[in-house]
């Protein structure tokens, strides 16, 4: 083994992966050293999942080889890529819904132990103790009892993470850690990893969130289209040159928009209460109007009722007080079909749960708002041809990566690109009410760009946009008027251009008086 070898931990070369239409990764080549946060850079379907997903033992390259620690390694599963001290926290949570945050934790590695020497049984109060005490260690506070079918994502990230710690792992692969964080938990998250590699891990960090590595990453592999375009120092790189590397193209890193031209009220919310299943109220009196060409942004920390809120608007959930009013007419009874005809369109928080069927077509995904009118359906009888030319036109101009086109089924394709479609189909409706709840989670600067860049478009042609975003630079750059949320109320409602972003954190942290 040469000297130089030596000081990589993790070697990929010349990687090639290919499937059905589609080349993954094309002849890439990166080398991380031990002890460093490497990163790897690239927009939503550039192949940096599936890079690592082979790191991992999840897939075999098709060319090239793999070494750790200097050896040549083939690893046929995520067990024998483990037994290598490599862990991974994947971007799309790989949980059993009706264990507990305990027993996920420890599946496949149970602690066993015999009663009466004789009687093998897992020893879940032993493991349920290191739990407790490891997500002390590094702030991932998780109650190893609870059912992960009653947690919410946030902490089921937690539980991703701690799985990995858990199994002591030294190479560490974290798959878009952030992406369904708030921003007070990515610090923390940040904080952590500075943590874990000070302890002597490795981080290879997958993301397309430049400003996370600039300000954790050593360095930093661009991918494109399957291709490695560079490897940079962090330190000497612009977020500029990091992002249009990335595209391919010069990326605007702020949202140009013109004065807001205001119209009549198109949704009219007052004094509405929603109760969730446990008896909880967790949207509290909540008053507020949207008006034609007005991009409303609720800012919030996760968790204080913005989605609830956003849900008994469209009729996802029940409202136990209040009225919905959307051009004047009440929908706060109608069934959800019946407000998405009187002119809703929503992009959901949980795009895979409530946004997209991901055993379907992306065509037949595309025109789930449209499928039963004419020209798609003619007298009940479906015409898939009309289907596939809608959806290739929507593939073309929301640039949705996919393999086999029109045919991929959801599943196969990267979240970000799930995301584009579920944007694509929503907008072409032109409704009067736009909902946007987490537009952009999950999604690279490119697509960033181009989702803010239709937000503003909808406002421009006149329709009233309500925007729930965790992203507080998200609500600044984009909201007219910004409504915070805390428990549940309406804390404040202002013209944007009269709040800074401290303001706006304060509230958020429920602090309504300097």
């Known amino acids: 083994m040469s000297a130089q070898n030596e000081e990589y931990i993790v070697e990929m070369r010349h990687i090639t992966k290919r499937f059905p239409g589609i080349v993954a990764n094309d002849n890439v080549t990166i080398q991380v050293r031990k002890g460093e946060i490497y990163a790897l850079l690239g927009e939503n379907g550039a192949g940096k999942?599936?890079?690592?997903?082979?790191?991992?033992?999840?897939?075999?390259?098709?060319?090239?080889?793999?070494?750790?620690?200097?050896?040549?390694?083939v690893f046929k599963s995520p067990s024998e890529a483990a037994a290598r001290n490599i862990g991974m926290v994947h971007q799309h949570?790989?949980?059993v819904e009706n264990y507990t945050v305990g027993e996920n934790i420890v599946l496949g590695i149970e602690p066993m132990k015999k009663a009466l020497g004789i009687f093998p049984y897992v020893d879940m109060k032993e493991a349920n103790e290191k739990i407790r005490a490891l997500s002390k260690d590094y702030g991932l506070e998780v109650n190893p009892t609870d059912l992960i079918s009653d947690i919410n994502v946030s902490i089921r990230q937690r539980v991703e993470i701690m799985k990995m710690l858990y199994r002591e792992a030294e190479i560490l692969i974290f798959d878009e850690?952030?992406?369904?964080?708030?921003?007070q938990e990515i610090e923390y998250l940040l904080k952590i990893m500075e943590e874990l590699r000070k302890g002597g891990k490795t981080i290879i960090?997958?993301?397309?969130?430049?400003?996370?590595?600039?300000?954790?990453?050593?360095?930093c592999a661009i991918l494109r289209r399957g291709k490695l375009i560079d490897v940079l120092d962090v330190k000497t790189t612009s977020t500029q040159e990091m992002a249009n590397?990335?595209?391919?193209?010069?990326?605007?890193?702020?949202?140009?928009?013109?004065?807001?031209?205001?119209g009549d009220v198109v949704l009219d919310v007052n004094d509405?209460?929603?109760?969730?299943?446990?008896?909880?109220?967790?949207v509290k009196h909540v008053s507020f109007q949207i008006r034609a060409g007005e991009i409303f942004a609720i800012a919030g920390v996760s968790g204080n009722g913005q989605v609830e809120l956003a849900d008994a608007i469209t009729g996802l959930v029940k409202a136990?007080?209040?009225?919905?009013?959307?051009?004047g007419v009440d929908i706060t009874h109608k069934s959800i079909r019946e407000r998405s005809e009187e002119g809703i369109s929503y992009i959901p928080e949980d795009r895979q749960k409530f946004g997209v069927f991901l055993d379907f077509s992306l065509s037949d995904n595309l025109v789930l708002r449209r499928y039963f009118k004419t020209p798609y359906s003619r007298k009940g009888v479906f015409d898939r041809a009309e289907c596939v030319s809608y959806a290739d036109r929507l593939i073309e101009e929301y640039d949705i990566r996919s393999g086999q086109g029109a045919k991929t089924i959801v599943r196969s394709m990267s979240g970000g690109n799930q995301q584009k479609a579920i944007v694509g189909r929503e907008i072409e409706e032109h409704s009067p009410l736009v909902i946007f709840v987490q537009p952009t989670r999950g999604l690279d600067m490119g697509a960033i760009e181009n989702i803010h860049r239709e937000i503003v478009a909808e406002r421009d042609r006149g329709a009233a946009i309500l925007l729930i975003s965790l992203e507080l630079d998200e609500v600044m750059g984009l909201a007219d008027t910004i409504g915070v949320i805390y428990s549940g109320r309406l804390l404040k409602v202002a013209d944007a251009a009269t709040l800074t972003s401290q303001?706006?954190?304060?509230?958020?942290?429920?602090?309504?008086e300097a």
Do not use: C, Q
């Not at 850690?177 to 921003?183: E, F, N, S, Y």
């Not at 969130?209 to 990453?217: D, P």
């Not at 590397?245 to 205001?262: C, F, H, I, Q, W």
């Open 272 to 282: 509405l209460s929603v109760w969730n299943e446990d008896k909880v109220e967790v």
């Open 49 to 73: 999942s599936t890079l690592m997903s082979m790191l991992y033992g999840l897939y075999e390259p098709d060319h090239g080889e793999i070494r750790i620690r200097g050896e040549k390694v």
């Open 320 to 327: 136990d007080n209040g009225t919905v009013k959307l051009n």
């Open 177 to 183: 850690p952030t992406a369904i964080l708030t921003p």
């Open 93 to 95: 949570f790989k949980l």
């Open 503 to 512: 303001e706006v954190g304060r509230y958020m942290m429920g602090v309504t």
């Open 205 to 219: 960090l997958i993301t397309h969130k430049i400003e996370e590595i600039r300000r954790i990453a050593d360095r």
């Open 245 to 262: 590397l990335m595209v391919g193209r010069n990326v605007e890193l702020t949202t140009k928009k013109s004065a807001p031209d205001y």
